[in-house]
C-alpha cells in the first residue's frame, strides 16, 4: 500500500512558483534519491512531504489521508526528518539528542527506558559513533552531527526517513557506511527519501530516482534508467561524458 503521495501539488514563495503540478508516490521498500540543481524545489518538496509548508494548490496524502488533518505526533509516529543542518542552544549529549527521536513513541513526560536507552546504542552502533554517546552535541564537528540526527530519525522507528543532503559534511568512509546502512532498512521495508547533489550516489545505492527541474517532477524510475549524460546536462548545464563498464557509470567532464 502507498505510504505517502502527493497529488497535483504546487507550491510558491511570494509571487515565484517552486513546484508545479507535482504527484509522486512512495512505496514500502523505497529508496529514492531525489535529484535537481539549486532551486529545483528539493528541500521546499521535503518540507511539504512532512507537512511543515502548506501547498498553493493539491495535497499531500499520508496513508491515504490528508496530511493536514493528522495531528503532528501522528506524522512524527509515520515519517521522521533529518535537515542539512541542527544547532540547538543548550549543550545536550549525544545520548539525549537521540533520544528525543523517541518522543512520538513514548509521548512527553515519560523517562526513556530500558528500551529507549537501547534502541539509542543500536542505532549509534549501527552508524560507527557510539564513542560520541557522552559528548556534548554543540561540539561536535558537522560531519558528527549529521550522523546524530540520522541516528535520532532511526530510534523514531518511523515507517518513511525522509534525508535532506545527507552526506554533506560527512567523510568518504563515513558516506559509505550511510549509503550502506539505507540500503539495509530499505530491504527491510522502511522507506527512504534523500535530496541529493550527487548523480553517481544515487546510481550506487538507490533503487529509484525522482528528478526534479524547474519546479517540474520531469523523472522517476531506476537510476540506471534515468542518469545519464544528457540529463546532466539538462540539469546542471555541463558537458560530461559516460563510461559504462563493468555494471556501472562514471561520467567525466568533456
Not at 497535483?8 to 514500502?28: H, V
Not at 502548506?54 to 496524502?61: E, N
Request: glycine share 8%; hydrophobic share 45%; charged share 15%.
Amino acid at each position: 500500500m502507498t505510504l505517502l503521495a502527493t497529488h497535483r501539488l504546487s507550491f510558491y514563495i511570494g509571487r515565484r512558483l517552486i513546484l508545479d503540478d507535482l504527484s509522486l508516490s512512495i512505496e514500502p521498500g523505497d529508496n529514492i534519491a531525489l535529484l535537481g540543481a539549486n532551486g529545483a524545489g528539493k528541500s521546499s518538496l521535503l518540507r511539504l512531504l512532512l507537512g511543515l509548508l502548506k501547498p498553493a494548490a493539491g495535497q499531500v496524502l499520508l496513508d491515504g489521508q490528508p496530511i493536514t488533518a493528522l495531528s503532528r505526533r501522528a506524522v512524527a509516529r509515520q515519517l521522521a526528518y533529518v535537515p542539512q543542518s541542527h544547532v540547538p542552544s543548550f549543550p545536550f549529549s549525544v545520548a539525549q539528542i537521540v533520544a528525543q527521536g523517541r518522543l512520538p513513541v513514548t509521548g512527553l513526560g515519560q523517562a526513556p527506558g530500558a528500551v529507549d536507552a537501547d534502541a539509542v546504542q543500536h542505532a549509534l552502533n549501527e552508524l560507527g559513533i557510539e564513542h560520541l554517546l557522552e559528548r556534548p552535541y554543540t561540539e561536535l564537528s558537522g560531519g558528527e552531527r549529521q550522523l546524530v540526527l540520522i541516528a535520532r530519525a532511526m530510534v523514531q522507528r518511523a515507517r518513511l526517513i525522509i534525508l535532506d543532503e545527507p552526506v554533506t559534511g560527512l567523510d568518504y568512509g563515513h558516506q559509505l557506511r550511510l549509503l550502506a546502512l539505507l540500503q539495509r532498512l530499505a530491504g527491510q521495508g522502511l522507506s527512504v527519501l534523500s535530496s541529493s547533489h550527487r548523480p553517481e550516489q544515487a546510481l550506487a545505492s538507490a533503487n529509484r530516482v525522482l528528478v526534479l527541474h524547474e519546479g517540474r517532477l520531469i523523472a522517476d524510475g531506476p537510476p540506471s534508467a534515468v542518469i545519464d549524460s544528457d540529463l546532466m546536462q539538462r540539469l546542471y548545464q555541463v558537458a560530461v561524458r559516460q563510461i559504462d563498464t563493468a555494471g556501472h557509470r562514471f561520467f567525466l567532464p568533456c
